[in-house]
């Protein structure tokens, strides 16, 4: 069949909207109308090279849809179920499924090779196989998916605040509530308030930390930081530190949630200072491929008991965490209609990639 999708051909170049060839489902495989996708910042990550990915390639990682077409062998899902897909898939075999560390499924190995788990590819164009991000590629009309990267949402979800779900909530939230384990009364500082950075927010307000700052440069990120959950805001670490070690007597934050759009060695001894004795420090962003150092106090680690720790979707389980989530949107608890700060056609995603550099979004959202 033909799909319209936005495809990157190249390091450095323009998503390019097109026409494409996609092939049906395979076995455990499953055909999915997209509702809407996310304009995640991972995606850009595709863009400069930080993600080092096979291209070309059909971007988008963050979306959620209705099922068109089952492959052969997949059970319990039927054609009009809602559906969101997460962008890292799980197995429910593997010893690390089995230990409940879905996020660390060893199927996750394939989500930056291209082509899909049976080493074909599913996409076709100017006479080129075409990859897909984690497997995905929501930046088309319809793709073909793994069953493993499908979770199942009951009927009537809205799906273009469920595709936030995918990727940018889960992450967030995540990394405060179980990389960060945030707990009734901790204080929380998350360094980065984009897609990522409001969901950490949310996730520590959720969990009931006493203070959480924000830290952004952006003062519009900083304004909007207080509508999902902030009790104070910072544009640096260093102001940051002070507006803490007033709040807690100079015992400083229990958490410091890592969300910026690039993670830089160099800071990180910023994000530990942040935080007191038996502090975490939480590394969401994700770093240059190439950057293999970071500055941090190691006397201070060891004489404070400090830890830093990376955190992959958020240390989430998607198949529970995803309806768990959505259970909080629909209580009025989590906010996913205040995330989307604009909509695009597909036809627009440079623009809205355009918009996020400049920091005019909390999250872009294309709806088909």
């Known amino acids: 069949m033909k799909t319209k999708a936005a495809v990157l051909w190249g390091l450095g170049q323009k998503w390019e909207v097109e026409e494409i060839d996609l092939d049906p489902p395979g076995p455990g495989e499953v055909l999915v109308k997209l509702t809407a996708s996310g304009l995640c ?25 209705t099922v068109v077409e089952l492959g052969a062998g997949v059970e319990d899902l039927d054609v009009d179920d809602s559906v969101v897909l997460t962008f890292l898939p799980s197995c429910g075999r593997c010893s690390y499924c089995a230990r409940g560390m879905t996020n660390l499924c060893d199927l996750g190995g394939a989500v930056m090779m291209g082509p899909q788990l049976d080493g074909g590819y599913r996409f076709h164009a100017r006479g080129e196989d075409i990859g897909q991000m984690c497997l995905l590629g929501t930046f088309s009309e319809y793709t073909v998916v793994p069953v493993a990267s499908i979770v199942k949402v009951d009927q009537g979800t809205s799906l273009d605040k469920a595709a936030l779900i995918g990727c940018g909530v889960t992450t967030g939230y995540g990394s405060a509530v179980r990389s960060a384990e945030v707990r009734a009364g901790d204080t929380v500082v998350v360094l980065g308030a984009g897609g990522i950075g409001m969901n950490a927010i949310q996730g520590a307000r ?21 509508e999902f959950g902030a009790t104070h805001v910072a544009e640096s670490a260093d102001s940051a530190w002070e507006i803490v070690s007033g709040l807690t007597r100079g015992q400083l934050a229990d958490a410091c949630i890592v969300t910026t759009g690039v993670a830089e060695g160099a800071e990180t001894g910023a994000a530990l200072a942040l935080v007191g004795k038996r502090g975490r420090v939480v590394i969401t962003a994700i770093g240059h491929p190439e950057e293999s150092t970071i500055t941090a106090s190691l006397l201070e680690m060891t004489l404070y008991e400090k830890t830093i720790k990376g955190a992959l979707y958020g240390s989430s389980n998607a198949q529970h965490d995803i309806p768990r989530l959505l259970e909080l949107y629909n209580t009025g608890q989590l906010k996913l209609d205040e995330l989307i700060t604009r909509e695009y056609r597909l036809e627009e995603i440079n623009q809205g990639y355009d918009d996020m550099r400049a920091g005019l979004n909390i999250r872009g959202l294309i709806r088909y």
Do not use: C, M, N, W
């Open 206 to 226: 959720i969990a009931g930390a006493r203070y959480i700052v924000a830290v952004d440069p952006v003062e519009y990120k900083r304004q909007r930081a207080v």
């Open 41 to 65: 910042h991972s995606d850009e990550h595709l863009v400069t090279g930080d993600l080092p990915f096979p291209l070309p390639v059909v971007g988008g990682h963050e979306g959620a849809g």
